[in-house]
């Protein structure tokens, strides 16, 4: 499966943005999907995750209550609406797809595909 992600941006602290991370090639409700980010210097940080049919969700302790991950299996779509965003939350924002696992899981390494990243820069 191909993903694209995108929505990225500059917005200011307490502000928002709506990532989406479009996909293609594969049946997208066989996948679980995942937003990770990474900031400059840092690791890969698990975001948030969705599963396939959209009725499970897991979250970053970080982004509990500001963020919500949804996905909309018709339109082959997931998305991130990132509200009260702060400036650590600026990074690269990527999605990813895990066609292996039943549960969610919060390991990049446990994701087959990723898209590319879309940058989020959040002002003070």
């Known amino acids: 499966v191909q993903l694209q992600a995108s929505g990225g941006g500059l917005v200011r602290a307490g502000g928002y943005l709506r990532l989406s991370c479009a996909a293609s090639?594969?049946?997208?409700?066989?996948?679980?999907m995942g937003w990770f980010r990474q900031a400059p210097g840092n690791e890969r940080e698990f975001v948030a995750a969705i599963s396939r049919g959209g009725g499970s969700t897991d979250y970053a302790d970080s982004v509990k209550g500001r963020f919500t991950i949804s996905r909309d299996n018709a339109k082959n779509t997931v998305y991130l609406q990132m509200n009260s965003l702060k400036p650590e939350d600026t990074a690269v924002y990527s999605c990813?797809?895990?066609?292996?696992?039943?549960?969610?899981?919060?390991?990049?390494?446990?994701?087959?595909?990723w898209g590319q990243g879309t940058l989020v820069t959040v002002s003070s």
């Open positions: 990813a797809a895990d066609y292996t696992r039943v549960a969610l899981t919060k390991t990049p390494a446990n994701y087959d595909y």
């Open positions: 090639g594969r049946t997208f409700s066989n996948y679980n």
